[in-house]
């Protein structure tokens, strides 16, 4: 039975913007749920698929159980440890055990160094080695991610997205990373390197033992690559299990819309399946005026064809993951079939 490598309990973040115009004494304040009330855990060596549209939360979920930016409330346990209030010396050694792979293909790469000394930086970051061992660990980074050796006297301007996305995974690698967030990683590649890129993350997870939380918008890449998936929408989850029952046994309605657009995806009837907000696009939300109850109500063609019951608006049941069996949740007061 393998270890829980993450759990995370009750998670908020909470983001204060600042708004408006200068009013005579202060300035308005307002307060983004970017993600509100999430709970899930993680088994190592295995991949947890966070999928919901842009601007729903999972960008901030990644970067708040890295620590990268402060919970507003909730536990983080990283093997065994709570690191939620972890100060950042007590962090550091924990800190090459946990990695991000950014959505932003240059973001962790200095423009100004070449694929060697980026390499480099991250091998000795933790460890004081020389230059034999460096250029060996180098040696068989290159293998690890299928990258070319002339590719180490390149500068990141010279590599295709691809190439960047392997010297990313490489450095995450590098500093000894069994867990990593990626982040969209396939997002700005073609769709043959968006194919390769999966097939690495997936090889380095059975050859090295990596546990990943995989963050996508797209359901199809989340279901080929997770053994779970958490199904995202305006800050919570509302459907979470195994991958095939994702697949094929949705029982949130936003999840079968989700599929029924993603099977659609090339008619224009795609974009016509989902209700539009008030204020328009499908994938533009309203963190200002969340509805009370089901955040998914204004959206929800179960909730229309039911003739809009009030439980689902009702502040007081707001609707709560609950077990439908063989650890399939729902968020729905009426899931599906
Ligand atoms: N640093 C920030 N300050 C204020 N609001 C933010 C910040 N980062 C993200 N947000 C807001 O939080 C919400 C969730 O963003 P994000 O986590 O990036 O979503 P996703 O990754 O699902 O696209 C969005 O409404 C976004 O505008
Ligand atoms: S609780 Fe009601 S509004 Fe929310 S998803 Fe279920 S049926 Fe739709
Ligand atoms: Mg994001």
């Not at 392997?166 to 968006?194: C, K, M, N, W, Y």
């Not at 195994?242 to 936003?254: F, N, T």
């Not at 009030?310 to 007081?316: N, P, Q």
Request: glycine residues 8%.
């Amino acid at each position: 039975m393998s270890r829980t490598i993450l759990e995370v309990m009750n998670l908020k973040k909470h983001y204060r913007q600042r708004a408006g115009i200068l009013s005579a004494v202060r300035w308005r304040e307002r307060v983004i749920p970017a993600v509100d009330g999430v709970s899930f855990y993680l088994k190592e060596h295995e991949t947890l698929g966070l999928v919901g549209e842009s601007g729903c939360g999972k960008t901030t979920i990644g970067r708040t159980i890295l620590r990268l930016t402060p919970a507003t409330s909730g536990r983080i346990v990283f093997d065994g440890h709570d690191i939620t209030a972890m100060s950042a010396r007590e962090l550091r050694p924990l800190r090459r055990q946990m990695q991000m792979i950014f959505q932003d293909l240059d973001a962790a790469l200095n423009p100004k160094m070449r694929v060697r000394d980026l390499l480099r930086e991250a091998i000795t970051v933790h460890h004081r080695l020389s230059d034999d061992e460096v250029g060996r660990k180098t040696g068989e980074l290159l293998e690890q991610v299928n990258l070319k050796k002339s590719k180490l006297s390149s500068f990141p301007r010279e590599l295709s997205g691809g190439e960047k996305r392997r010297v990313g995974i490489a450095r995450t690698l590098a500093v000894g990373a069994h867990f990593i967030v990626a982040d969209e990683p396939t997002s700005a590649l073609d769709v043959s390197i968006q194919a390769q890129v999966v097939n690495l993350l997936r090889d380095l997870q059975r050859q090295l033992g990596l546990s990943y939380l995989f963050i996508s918008h797209d359901l199809e890449v989340v279901q080929l690559v997770s053994h779970k998936v958490a199904v995202m929408y305006l800050g919570k989850i509302v459907e979470m299990g195994l991958a095939d029952r994702i697949a094929g046994a949705a029982r949130h309605p936003y999840t079968q819309i989700l599929w029924s657009a993603l099977v659609d995806r090339k008619s224009a009837e795609a974009s016509r399946a989902l209700p539009t907000t008030r204020r328009g696009a499908w994938g533009v939300f309203d963190f200002e005026r969340p509805v009370r109850g089901c955040r998914f109500a204004p959206r929800c063609p179960v909730y229309e064809a039911n003739g809009r019951p009030a439980v689902c608006t009702d502040a007081a049941t707001e609707p709560e993951l609950r077990d439908l069996g063989g650890g399939h949740y729902v968020a729905c007061h009426f899931p599906l079939w």
